[in-house]
């Protein structure tokens, strides 16, 4: 099983700060890493896929890179409403995901 | 509008079972892969079982031998059989559209539905 590791478990910041989120697999899962998105009681929403690639209606603060074993979501410019928890998942090999970084604003 | 909707939720003994159902608007599950996806209270996402558009299907070993995914075309509905559960099948389960041109990702999600498995 590829195992996802997040970090940090909790980022504060302030709104309009940029926000650094970290992803490491533990072994390469290429660029098959998407990242969600989750507030309270709602489903996860999906922000980007296969690493890079925004989701159909995802502001253009959001924005993914990595590749092999590294992986990195940026929001440019922090929103009030970007306080929530951020997944990855890997789909190189079945579905797996991270633990989960929570975002305070 | 595209949109999926679980239900058959609820609270059942252990060695139970329970039948959860999805339904699909706005698109043919046939034609996509379809997956369930559990997060238990305040934990992470555990990805349970998949149904490929081709008809093939997988479970996490966790469920393995205990849960079923099975879909019904003329329904546009997706399902998942929970037997033999246990507590710590307690979650929310959300069934999950896997994104079209590869299935690495899920692009669509139910708002979910909670099974809690207690005596």
């Known amino acids: 099983e590829i195992v996802l590791t997040q970090s940090p478990a909790t980022l504060s910041l302030s709104p309009g700060e940029r926000a650094t989120l970290s992803c490491r697999a533990s072994?390469?899962?290429?660029?098959?890493l998407a990242w969600y998105q989750q507030k309270p009681g709602q489903a996860p929403r999906l922000l980007i896929y296969?690493?890079?690639n925004r989701a159909t209606g995802i502001p253009g603060r959001f924005s993914g890179s990595g590749s092999g074993t590294d992986f990195t979501l940026t929001i440019s410019s922090l929103e009030p409403e970007d306080c929530a928890v951020y997944y990855c998942q890997q789909g190189s090999n079945w579905w797996t995901f991270g633990q989960g970084t929570k975002v305070e604003i | 509008e595209v949109q999926l909707v679980e239900s058959g939720g609820g609270l059942v003994q252990p060695r139970g079972s329970r039948r959860l159902s999805c339904a699909a608007s706005g698109f043919t599950v046939s034609s996509n892969s379809m997956s369930w996806v559990r997060q238990a209270p305040g934990k992470g996402l555990e990805w349970v079982s998949v149904?490929?558009?081709?008809?093939?299907?997988n479970y996490a070993d966790s469920v393995k031998g205990r849960f079923t995914i099975a879909r019904d075309d003329s329904k546009n509905t997706l399902y998942l059989q929970l037997n033999s559960l246990r507590a710590e099948d307690t979650a929310v389960y959300y069934c999950a559209r896997h994104t079209q041109l590869s299935p690495t990702a899920f692009d669509i999600w139910g708002r979910g539905t909670m099974v809690t498995v207690s005596s």
């Open positions: 149904k490929y558009s081709a008809g093939n299907t």
């Open positions: 296969d690493a890079s």
């Open positions: 072994q390469s899962v290429g660029s098959f």
